[in-house]
């Protein structure tokens, strides 16, 4: 039985990369951590063997994944590009905004989920306190946000679009 969590609001993009994953872990690298086990049942007594010991917790570690990953995905709603209204930013929607306080632009992807956040590709969480800020606003609004240090950043709204 699949442990019923809150609703998770995925990309289409994401959505398709956890399924790949899931199915990577299940058809591959389950495989690959069994023929591990096996290999290391066949060195002898497994009272004493780390092979073994580090085998099995890589299948632990692997299931957990896995179970993660499935609960994820039943628990999941896409947001399709094609739904998304562009009037005000959304999970899915591209934000070109203007960082006042540094005086340059940025552009940010609104994901819905943790599994989807690459701040290398500018994909951030909509919990995030910028991306909690951007949800609802439209082009031109300002939102404001505490930095870890304690100095605060503005960002102004440009644009709003299909990733």
Known sequence: MRRVEEEAILTEEGYKKILEELKYLKEVKRKEVAEKIQEARAL???SENSEFEAAKE???LLEERIARLETLVYNARVVKAEDLALDQVSVG?????????????????IVGNSEEVDPFSGKISSK?????????RKRGDRVEIKLRNGSKAVYEILDIVVP
């Not at 929607?93 to 992807?109: C, H, N, P, Q």
């Not at 995030?128 to 609802?136: F, N």
């Open 44 to 46: 002898g007594d497994l």
């Open 58 to 60: 890589e299948q632990a």
């Open 93 to 109: 929607t591209k934000v070109l905004v203007l960082d006042e306080s540094a005086g340059r632009e940025e552009s940010f992807i």
């Open 128 to 136: 995030s306190p910028l991306g909690s800020r951007l949800l609802g």
